[in-house]
Nanobody
Framework: QVQLVESGGGLVQPGGSLRLSCAASGSIPSVCPMGWYRQTPVKERELVAFITSDEITNYADSVKGRFTISRDYAKNTVYLQMNSLKPEDTAVYYC????????????????WGQGTQVTVSS
């Protein structure tokens, strides 16, 4: 079973940047898109970015132009570069492979990791 470990979160001021990493223990099929999600106590987990095996990326409107997702197949790691952070980006961030789609909703492949907390505050 693949285990996902997210890291790189922290406290940052509005306008600041963070780079999140998601390391997978075990092999993730290269054909699987990888996604970054986020969740708050008052909002369900949402997909904010994903990258396909062809390096095609897609972003939620709320992060478009500010976040960049990338993956390193050799290191089995996915990254999320977050710039121009806003208080509304505060959340726990998770990664997972996308097994399939239920309509517009991604179906995650693996058990969720612990996530990494991102707090944007002055």
């Amino acid at each position: 079973q693949v285990q996902l470990v997210e890291s790189g979160g922290g406290l940052v001021q509005p306008g600041g940047s963070l780079r999140l990493s998601c390391a997978a223990s075990g092999s993730i099929p290269s054909v699987c898109p990888m996604g970054w999600y986020r969740q708050t106590p008052v909002k369900e987990r949402e997909l904010v970015a994903f990258i396909t095996s062809d390096e095609i990326t897609n972003y939620a409107d709320s992060v478009k132009g500010r976040f960049t997702i990338s993956r390193d197949y050799a290191k089995n790691t996915v990254y999320l570069q977050m710039n121009s952070l806003k208080p509304e980006d505060t959340a726990v961030y998770y990664c997972n492979a996308i097994q399939s789609w239920a309509g517009a909703d991604p179906v995650a492949s693996f058990d969720w990791g612990q996530g990494t907390q991102v707090t944007v505050s002055s």
